[in-house]
Structure formats: C-alpha cells, structure tokens
C-alpha cells in the first residue's frame, strides 16, 4: 500500500513545490579560498613522535621560537598537490596549526574528498618535515575534508552532495551498471560517503545487482530514506515499485525529477548516477538539471560501440560535462597457455624399451620400471609446459584505447576482461569488489576510482585554466594563450591531425600526405571539446580533434627547436670571432 501511495504520490507531482534549500557560495571565490571557507569533517588522526620518550627532557627544553608557526608553513610548502599544481598551504589544507608546552605539533589537513589517493603520502610528508625541525617533538595530523555542498540549483534531496559522477553508455548491455555499482564499492573502500542512483526506470538494475540490509521503505519527513547496503546509500525506481515503468517519455523525465527531490540523500561525497543507456531526452534533462560534475564512459571492443562512445562524449560536451574515464568492458578472455605438444605415449614406450633390451645387463621387468618411469615424466612435463602464462584471447577484437587518447584527449581508460564471476556477482545481489576484492579485476575498479577522486578534484577545485586558441589572421598563426603560451602554423598543426582518416588505427601509420595540405589553410571556427581537447574545422572542409596535451607537445618542441637554432647561431658567431682574432 505505501509503494502505490508513494508513486502516486510522485506522478501527481506532490512534492514539486519543493525548492532547493542552500545557496552555493561565491563562484568567484578561489579554489583556495573555497577550501579555507569550508566547514570539515574528521577522517583520521595520525601522531608520530621525533625520537621516543626517553628523549622527552631534552626536546622539551628546546626552546619554541616566537615565529614557530612561519616556520612550519614554510616546510609544508613544499609539499605540492599533484592533481591541483599548488602546495597544499596556499592551498588551505592546512589549518588549526597548534604546538603544545611539550613541542608537540598539531593539525589539520583539510583535503578536498576523503578518497584521496595520496593522503597517506601526505600525512607522512607532513610528519617528516615537522619532526625535522629543531624545536619540535612530534606531529598529530588529523585529515579531514570539506563539507559538501552543491550549486544552487540542485534538487532539495540532494543539496549536500559533494559530485554526481555520471557512469554511461550510448548503447545497453555493456556492463554500465556493473562498472557503476563497482565504482561505487571501491569509493567507499577508500573512505568517502558514496550513493548510488538508478535512473533507468525502464529496465532497473540495482535491485538485482544489490541487495539492501533493511528493504523496507523508510521516510524522513515527506522524504524517502535512501536503501543501504553496508555504507553506501541506494535508491532505485526498482526498490519501490517491482517491474519497470511503461510511460512515455516527459513522464519519466518528470518521474525522475521527482524521485530526485524526493530522496534524501544526506552528506554524500559522490552520486553515482547510473544513466540509462542512449543520448535523448531523459538524459540531456539528468545531465542539465543535476548540474554533473563529470562522466565515465562504458563501452566494448567492437567498432559500433566505440561510435556510441563519440556521441557520449559530444552530448556531455553540449552540457559541460568532462568525460574523465573510459571503462572498455569484455576487452578480452583470459586463457591459460597450453603447450599443444601432442606425443604418442604408446610408440614412445615401445622405443624405450627397445633401446633397453638392446643392453643384456637390464631384466625386463627393471627395463619395464625404468620405461614406465620415463613416460610418466615425459607426461608431467609437457602438462607442465606454459602453466600459470596467461593468454589474453581478444573476441571482439583490439579495442579503441589509442583513438579514445589520441582523438579526444581521455587519458585514463581501463579494460576489463570476461570474467564469470562478475557476471555471477551482479546477477547473486552481492557486488565483485565486495567477495574478490583481492582479484585483478578489483585492482582495476579501484584504479578507476582513483582516478575518478583525482579528476573529480581537479574540475572542482583546480585553478590551472586550459589552452585558449585563436586565429591571429595578419599573421597567418594559430595563438596559445592560458598556462601555455606560443604559436602554431596552421598547415604545421592541420599535418599532426590523429583522426582515423589521417592515421591508420592499428598500426599508427600515417595516411594523410603532408604535401596535401597547404600553406594556406586555415581553421573556419576553434572550439573546446570537453575539458581536454579541442576540435578545429579547416577550411579544406576536414575537422580534427587535437587533445591540449598534443597542443603542449607541439610548442615544447617548437621551442626546443627555437633554442637550438640560437644557440647553433651563438656557437657560429663565437667561431667567426675567433677566426678574426686569429687572423689578427
């Protein structure tokens, strides 16, 4: 009775007069300042102590000097965040910075998500950097990370959610919601508060995929209390009304809509938004209105999926959405090598013996231990022959890792290979992380979830701007502008273009004649293309996609090559000179 009430409930629209209840700060605040600003909640306390008690007299009886706290900041300086290109004081991590009677060290270090990779890294930086100084005798670094909050905009359910990480496929029965339901496990694994959100209302999943600890629907207030399992916080329309929805498609888009507002999702470092499969209506309006921090792209091998994945990457383009990871799933089979020696165990015996009987010195019956002696370890050998060596069998051929970097500038794409029991795992209610958490495809989801922490942060919080490019037309020069600065010739820049039709795929052999393309040709229009890359339509009617990190290579070298020819120039003249001298 409380299912039907509550979605009646929720296609009546009851709850739409719901208004999003906190107000975002300042966008013009720093990432710095942002962090400093920021209320924190507590991770972990760390001590470590300089040289042991015994020492405790003599390292107290160092006297603290009046500029203590100047000095310790100056050392954490150093220390930089590599994901966020500052170190971690002007960055704000660090704060409430104490020193007791005793020249104990205390403080807190603010990160920008509890998942961080590198904390640990951190936290020992921190430590050895304190306990070398003079006046010190230990270091208590307590990690905690800022308090969610999300843009103005946000529904009500969802007003302290930290980042929705959209985990997507243009085409369905690629493994999307496995890759999500795992990323989700392996966030949580790392110490951050994670929720999961089915918003395939047509064919939900997560019902089937995992099963809750209490499946009870549960309120608070005219809210839906998210499902749990273990920490991470569930919801799906499968959680509360058993089979999928039959509706058209401005109903579910308002279904969802609803469903959104009406969950209350808590504090939560990460959404995981399991998108439904395709790039219409429904999940153009998700990605406007849940304002989405960045994408992960699910795909497989085959060529029609890696063209599902293009059209992934241009809709979160029109919406600002980076597309920060890409899941190639089913990339191969894992097979042990086999020798495929074949012998003839029967005629081998016979040609044992013979050799035997030919001496007079061996009975028969010893020549016949002997032989049976030999086959048997003849036999154990060729079964021992490539054992443990795993072959990686490719059914749906090599993949398209190298075009996804090359062409669009995703860096980080991972590949996991057909394995039963991730299929066993997402059909038994309990996900594979969770029962192998050990296995090799486990290290592949937590790599992801590394990654997506890491990339996370840098969108949110990094102050590092991406190349502008623009057509200078008086000087016929494509100009870098932002972290990188030089020019490009545009016939230079159009002969490096990576797309299929210029490069061969496979082998990487260049299809294109640089001889084609003129001096004169020049880019129509320049455009980014997500967070990495930027697309360029040229006049001779080609359209190329260079990623920033080919735009910085291309200057470095062009500058190292400007370097070189002046000082080629230096050592002529200085040879010149020198011949002057000696015919004077």
Not at 243 to 260: E, I, K
Not at 342 to 353: A, I, R
Request: charged residues 20%; proline residues 5%; aromatic residues 6%.
């Amino acid at each position: 009775m409380m299912k039907t009430i509550l979605i009646a409930a929720v296609l009546c629209g009851t709850v739409s007069a719901f208004a999003p209840a906190v107000q975002q700060q300042s966008r013009g605040l720093s990432a710095a300042n942002q962090l400093k600003h920021h209320q924190v909640q507590p991770i972990v306390s760390r001590k470590a102590a300089s040289d042991g008690d015994n020492n405790n007299d003599v390292v107290a009886s160092a006297k603290v000097p009046s500029d203590w706290q100047a000095q310790i900041l100056s050392g954490l300086s150093v220390i930089i965040d590599p994901d966020l290109n500052a170190d971690i004081v002007s960055l704000g991590f660090v704060q409430n910075l104490q020193i007791d009677d005793s020249g104990v060290v205390s403080l807190d270090l603010c990160l920008t998500t509890p998942a961080c990779p590198i904390k640990d890294l951190f936290v020992q930086q921190c430590q050895d950097i304190i306990n070398g100084l003079a006046f010190t005798r230990g270091a208590q670094v307590t990690l905690t990370a800022q308090q969610n909050e999300a843009p103005t905009a946000a529904p009500l359910g969802m007003s302290q959610i930290g980042a929705v990480i959209a985990v997507s496929s243009c085409k369905g029965g690629v493994g999307k919601s496995t890759t999500a339901v795992n990323l989700a496990f392996a966030l949580e694994g790392m110490g951050a508060k994670v929720g999961i959100f089915d918003a395939d209302v047509y064919g939900p999943s997560l019902p089937t995929m995992v099963d809750v600890d209490d499946d009870n629907v549960k309120f608070v207030g005219r809210q839906i209390a998210p499902l749990k399992r273990g920490g991470v916080s569930l919801m799906s329309f499968g959680y509360v009304n058993e089979g999928s929805a039959v509706m058209r498609g401005p109903m579910v888009t308002q279904l969802l809509d609803q469903f959104l507002s009406l969950t209350n999702w808590g504090s939560l470092d990460y959404l995981i938004l399991d998108m439904p499969p395709g790039t219409g209506d429904i999940q153009l309006t998700l990605s406007q209105r849940l304002n989405i921090t960045a994408a992960v792209i699910v795909t497989t091998p085959q060529e029609l999926s890696f063209v599902d994945v293009e059209r992934g990457v241009e809709m979160f383009d029109t919406v600002n959405v980076p597309c920060i990871a890409v899941v190639e799933n089913m990339a191969y089979f894992e097979k042990e090598k086999s020798a495929n020696v074949e012998v003839d165990y029967v005629t081998l015996t016979d040609q044992f013996l013979q050799v035997l009987k030919e001496r007079d010195d061996i009975a028969d019956e010893v020549a016949a231990d002997v032989v049976s002696s030999l086959v048997a370890t003849v036999k154990e050998n060729v079964q021992n022959t490539g054992k443990g060596e795993i072959e990686k069998i490719r059914i749906f051929g090599q993949g398209h890792k190298r075009r996804l970097s090359e062409q669009w500038g995703i860096e980080h794409t991972f590949s996991v290979p057909l394995v039963s029991t991730i299929a066993k795992n997402g059909d038994s209610g309990t996900p594979f992380i969770l029962e192998n958490p050990s296995s090799p495809q486990a290290d592949t989801y937590k790599e992801l979830a590394k990654v997506v922490a890491r990339e996370t942060s840098k969108v949110l919080f990094s102050k590092a701007s991406r190349p502008n490019l623009s057509y200078q037309s008086e000087d016929h020069a494509i100009r870098v502008d932002g972290m990188d600065h030089g020019t490009l010739s545009p016939a230079e820049l159009r002969r490096e273009c990576r797309c299929a039709a210029c490069v061969e795929e496979l082998t990487g052999k260049q299809i294109l004649n640089p001889e084609s393309i003129p001096e004169s040709i020049q880019p129509m229009s320049l455009s980014p293309t997500g967070n990495y890359a930027v697309s360029i339509d040229w006049s001779d009617g080609h359209r190329s996609l260079y990623p920033y990190r080919q735009i910085r290579s291309m200057l470095a070298s062009k500058n190292n090559n400007n370097n070189n020819n002046n000082n080629d120039e230096l050592v002529d003249g200085n040879t010149e000179k020198e011949k002057e001298t000696i015919q004077m």
